[in-house]
């Protein structure tokens, strides 16, 4: 799909930068404990399209507004009710000087220990942490890991910080313009990796085809990490108080034609419940991999963020960004 020049998306955005939102899809209950996680009534709202492809939703409470990645634009854009959508940074994934296609952008957007910004850069193919403040931010870069082994990373994906201050992430090879068959690809795996407050860098899993999702139980003894190609299934990973594995398992395995899109990102909330994005939109999961609900939201659905206080779901799907007001 061509770019399209921003100042022709934003018309589109902040067409629905105040106001009702349109709605589409549905929730389904397949639990009586969904009512305690989505009100009754709720229903998910569309709060702007016309992007590319979304991703790396996160909530920053200083300001009440969300950041969220479009990778092949290599931007993060701002959203907030009363502005609607905002070009917040560009470039935000490749910083190279020499053209390319495919997916170099951002991914998924984190804050570290000391509440600044870090990301998941696709195009430079590291971690890095934006050097300028949230405020007032800038396409300058540091970079927290760039390699493992000698060799560079394929395009990490998505990452998490554990309360030591470790640095969790994935890395399959989507940022590659030619994916696996890449020439340039120099792992010859798809890791999830740790760095630690140091920067030492240790390969956790190399066993996963696609590792795309991670995020970790509340009491950190369990690591959950998607994976979106076959088999596409969720993993479940016993962590010792080190960060290293004790054993895994498969979590969940969604069946044939559930809809548009595979396993992807996704978050746990304060009571262990597993808010997985996946096919046909977002599974909701207990501790016990029970499905509780889904939200429907009919589109390839990357990733998804709570505010604060866990009372909003914010979704990044395909071209569209969407809510649902949880409580």
Not at 19 to 28: C, F
Not at 146 to 164: E, H, I, R, T, W
Not at 213 to 237: L, Q, T
């Amino acid at each position: 799909m061509p770019f399209l020049p921003i100042f022709i998306l934003l018309l589109s955005f902040n067409a629905m930068a105040q106001g009702t939102y349109p709605t589409t899809g549905s929730i389904e209950r397949l639990d009586p404990k969904m009512n305690s996680l989505i009100a009754p009534n709720a229903v998910i709202e569309v709060l702007s399209n016309g992007f590319i492809w979304t991703e790396g939703p996160l909530y920053i409470e200083d300001g009440d507004y969300w950041l969220f990645s479009d990778i092949p634009q290599n931007s993060i854009f701002k959203w907030n009710e009363k502005e609607g959508v905002r070009l917040y940074l560009k470039p935000s994934g490749y910083t190279g000087t020499i053209p390319r296609g495919g997916e170099p952008g951002s991914n998924a957007l984190i804050l570290d220990p000391k509440g600044q910004l870090v990301m998941c850069q696709h195009g430079d193919r590291r971690m890095a942490r934006m050097s300028a403040p949230l405020k007032e931010p800038s396409a300058v870069f540091e970079s927290i890991a760039g390699q493992y082994l000698g060799k560079k990373f394929n395009s990490p994906n998505d990452a998490v910080y554990d309360s030591k201050g470790n640095l969790f992430f994935t890395d399959p090879p989507y940022g590659l313009v030619g994916n696996s068959d890449d020439p340039t690809k120099e792992l010859p795996f798809q890791g999830v990796f740790r760095c630690s407050p140091q920067g030492d860098i240790k390969l956790i899993t190399d066993k996963l085809a696609r590792p795309n999702g991670i995020a970790f139980s509340p009491d950190e003894k369990i690591m959950y990490v998607s994976n979106s190609e076959f088999p596409a299934s969720w993993h479940a990973f016993s962590l010792d108080e080190m960060g290293n594995v004790l054993n895994e398992r498969i979590f969940f395995v969604p069946g044939e034609n559930e809809g548009k899109g595979a396993p992807d990102g996704l978050k746990v909330d304060p009571q262990g419940i597993v808010w997985a994005t996946g096919p046909g939109g977002l599974w909701i999961f207990s501790p016990e991999a029970k499905v509780l609900g889904r939200i429907l939201t009919g589109e390839a659905t990357s990733n998804c963020a709570f505010n604060k206080d866990y009372s909003v779901l914010f979704l990044t799907c395909d071209d569209y960004i969407m809510r649902v007001i949880l409580k």
